[in-house]
């Protein structure tokens, strides 16, 4: 019958509509999440920045020693990597960007001989390298949407023990850096030993360069040079004001990443909201159009069917 | 900018908790009690956990628990010039001082949630008691990182005290 193909049509149409609503819904949630995230970022900000301040002093009143503490090792052997990602899916290529050069890292590393540990936060990502069988030493679970700085230390000591340990030469950070609103990119930077400020990528290894990207870019952007002109006091001295600066560097760098990675989910989540949203209204306007066309024809064969048994009826009374 | 006045921030990662002009600001470093005028020399520093206090040039005192963090004093010329008006002219034009106090945690004393610290303190002399309790019949030495369960629960036990003992003398 033909006015069966209407009403599974009109059921579709149904069925798209209720989940456009959920993608709208999550869209404006993801929207109002942005604003507060990014408002996390500028808070942060300070604290960055007077770190980077602080270090860059100390490194200035004695280099030497400083690139004995900091810099990037030569050829590290045993490498630790942080990758964050989501907690949650629907987001784009939020966490699949993450997860794929975290895993480029790996085998980049992997074609040298160097060791690698993984360490990753976002429930999204265990089940990727679990499915790929690379091992996760460590994942941290529940915290994406809204980091606290308590989180921040969490994972810092998780990485940081080994390093400490002397079981680590280099601990690099895969992460989702918060340009602007608009932009987002997926970054790897040096986590530990704490990059030299301003002096960029001395003494990389090659088996890095190799790959696109993956070079330590110094935290710090280049502001006003150098230390404070003149003489410096330190308290106590720079070498075991470092040693106490490290642990400190890397919690604030591990949060600052974590807020930026918060940020850029819920800009990736409204985008990819907005762009299901839109494909949603589409598939309406679509299914509408054939139903339409399905209900005309049904009409039309209806009336024929009338018309040509009225017909019949008054041919057989003539008759 | 007047004189003996200088730019002083207290940031943690979540917030800046101070941000503006001081006469002095007061703080203990591992190596002892400091205060800080206008002029220092240029300094960096570590600061242990305690008080620190804020003079502000209207003459109220900003009283804040500080749990451990980094001071700097940067001399730079316009390093303050984002926190303190830079007056024209005069012996201190475009001379400027500021004071960064880095701390993971920190709060004002009149944050301070005294009913909770109270509560912190009392659950984490407990847990630290037993804690030490444990690790004596074990014998066990052989955990003293900084990610152990005794080093964190004398962390924060120390915290609590440490809030009790600010938001005490503020009151």
């Known amino acids: 019958m033909a006015g069966g193909q209407e009403r599974v049509l009109r059921r579709r149409i149904r069925t798209v509509q209720s989940t456009r609503k959920i993608t709208k819904a999550m869209e404006l949630i993801a929207a109002s999440r942005i604003v507060r995230a990014q408002a996390r970022i500028a808070a942060n900000r300070p604290f960055r920045d007077g770190m980077v301040r602080i270090v860059r002093q100390v490194v200035a009143e004695d280099p030497t020693m400083a690139a004995k503490m900091l810099g990037t090792p030569e050829s590290p052997q045993r490498v630790g990597i942080l990758a964050i990602v989501g907690d949650r899916g629907l987001a784009g290529s939020y966490n699949s960007g993450v997860l794929r050069t975290t895993e480029r890292l790996v085998a980049a590393y992997g074609r040298t001989g160097t060791e690698t540990h993984l360490w990753t936060v976002g429930k999204k990502a265990p089940g990727y390298f679990r499915y790929r069988r690379i091992d996760v030493r460590g994942s941290f679970v529940g915290m994406a949407d809204r980091p606290e700085f308590a989180d921040a230390r969490d994972i810092a000591a998780a990485v940081m023990t080994p390093f400490l340990a002397g079981d680590l030469d280099l601990v690099q950070l895969v992460s989702t850096r918060f340009v602007s609103a608009g932009t987002q990119r ?30 330590a870019t110094a935290t710090a952007t280049a502001t006003a040079g150098g230390g404070a002109g ?17 642990p400190q560097a890397t919690e604030a760098e591990i949060f600052a990443a974590l807020l930026e990675g918060a940020a850029s989910f819920f800009t990736a989540q409204q985008r990819a909201m907005a762009a299901a949203t839109d494909n949603a209204d589409e598939l309406v306007r679509n299914l509408t159009r054939v139903m339409n066309r399905a209900r005309q024809d049904a009409i039309t064969t209806e009336i024929m069917e009338i018309v040509g048994g009225a017909e019949a009826l008054r041919q057989a009374k003539e008759v | 900018m007047p004189d003996g006045v200088f730019g002083v921030e207290v940031v943690t990662p979540e917030e800046a908790l101070v941000a ?64 303190v008006e830079t007056g024209e002219g005069g012996p201190l034009a475009g001379m400027s001082t500021r004071v960064t106090l880095l701390a993971g945690v920190a709060e004002r004393a009149e944050d301070i949630d005294v009913e909770r610290a109270r509560r912190a303190q009392e659950a984490g002399s407990q847990l630290v008691s037993d804690l030490q309790a444990g690790r004596g019949a074990a014998g066990d030495l052989g955990d003293e990182g900084p990610g152990s369960d005794l080093v964190q629960a004398e962390r924060a036990l120390a915290r609590a005290e440490l809030r009790l003992s600010v938001a005490a003398e503020s009151a």
């Open chain 2, 20 to 83: 503006g002009p001081a006469t002095a600001v007061m703080l203990r470093t591992s190596t002892g009690e400091m205060t800080v005028l206008d002029g220092h020399t240029a300094l960096v520093g570590d600061v242990v956990p305690g008080l620190v206090r804020v003079e502000q040039p209207e003459g109220t005192t900003l009283r804040l628990a500080v749990h451990g963090g980094f001071i700097q004093v940067d001399t730079r010329p316009g390093a303050a010039d984002d926190l």
């Open chain 1, 230 to 246: 003149g003489f410096t006091e330190f308290e106590p001295d720079p070498e075991s004001l470092l040693e106490t600066l490290m």
């Open chain 1, 186 to 215: 997926v970054d790897v930077r040096q986590l530990l030993p704490i990059p030299l400020p301003d002096t960029g990528e001395a003494g990389e290894g090659a088996d890095i360069d190799a790959l696109p990207g993956a070079t």
